[in-house]
């Protein structure tokens, strides 16, 4: 049956984590692309794939895997290629500090930051009564919740406040850390650093004023450095030849 990916834009947060390790290890898929303005992550058709409605999902010889950070793991585990997760045990207890610090802390915070901006251009000129029953498909309450008060506009100044000072504590702790190692879990490339490029690449172009050659210059470079590798150029290729996401 082989592999099958589930996923958003290949550049995005969860999909673009799972896709790029897919690149980077050299493995065969067949491609399902989800339009989200469309919702289809919330079609029946799906929601009998993944129930919870999120993206991405894999499914290998018929196995369904959900949750970006262990099917990456998985896929490093499973397949042949070049290793993704250090040997060492302490050099993988920090691959995975800092996965899970991408995912939980910066993620979070810059999904607070940024659905702000984007939810309401993302549902496009639907009726307000239309988007209110879209959100209440989303199977999940927190995430729910989370479009909601995006949409609406509502959610509270203190949050993203701190969602922001959040993000300025990750980018000087990114920048500090990177200074005296190549890559972010240390001498070797990893899961940590496919995380960091697909949570944290955009912040140069929505908020410059944070990461600049000025401000943050190992960061910079080691973006170049990640544009750089095959598969993350054309994870990036693939992404230019995508279907519209039309409304």
């Known amino acids: 049956m082989g592999v099958e990916l589930y996923f958003f834009q290949p550049l995005g947060t969860n999909s673009g984590r799972v896709y790029l390790t897919l690149l980077e290890k050299g493995v065969r898929f067949s491609e399902h692309e989800l339009s989200g303005p469309r919702f289809e992550h919330l079609e029946p058709s799906y929601l009998r794939i993944n129930p919870k409605g999120q993206a991405p999902t894999l499914s290998h010889d018929g196995a369904i895997l959900t949750e970006g950070a262990p099917i990456c793991e ?52 639907r009726a307000h009564a239309d988007v209110e029953q879209i959100i209440d498909r989303v199977p999940d309450p927190d995430r729910q ?36 190692d190549p890559w972010i879990a240390g001498s070797h490339y990893s899961l940590a650093d496919i995380d960091l490029l697909n949570f944290y690449g955009f912040v140069p172009t929505w908020s410059p004023e944070l990461v600049n050659e000025s401000a943050t210059p190992c960061t910079m470079d080691w973006l170049r450095r990640m544009g750089e590798r095959a598969a993350v150029r054309e994870l990036r290729a693939r992404s230019h030849s995508r279907r519209p996401q039309a409304q």
């Open 74 to 125: 998985y896929i490093d585990e499973a397949f042949t290629g070049p290793p993704l997760r250090p040997a060492d045990a302490h050099a993988r207890w920090c691959m995975r500090w800092w996965c899970r610090y991408i995912e939980c802390d910066l993620g979070r915070s810059l999904m607070m930051i940024h659905w702000n901006r984007i939810i309401p251009q993302f549902v496009g000129a």
């Open 145 to 180: 919740r989370a479009w909601r008060s995006a949409y609406r506009q509502q959610t509270p100044a203190e949050h993203l406040l701190e969602s922001s000072r959040r993000l300025q504590v990750a980018s000087r702790r990114i920048e500090q850390t990177l200074s005296s």
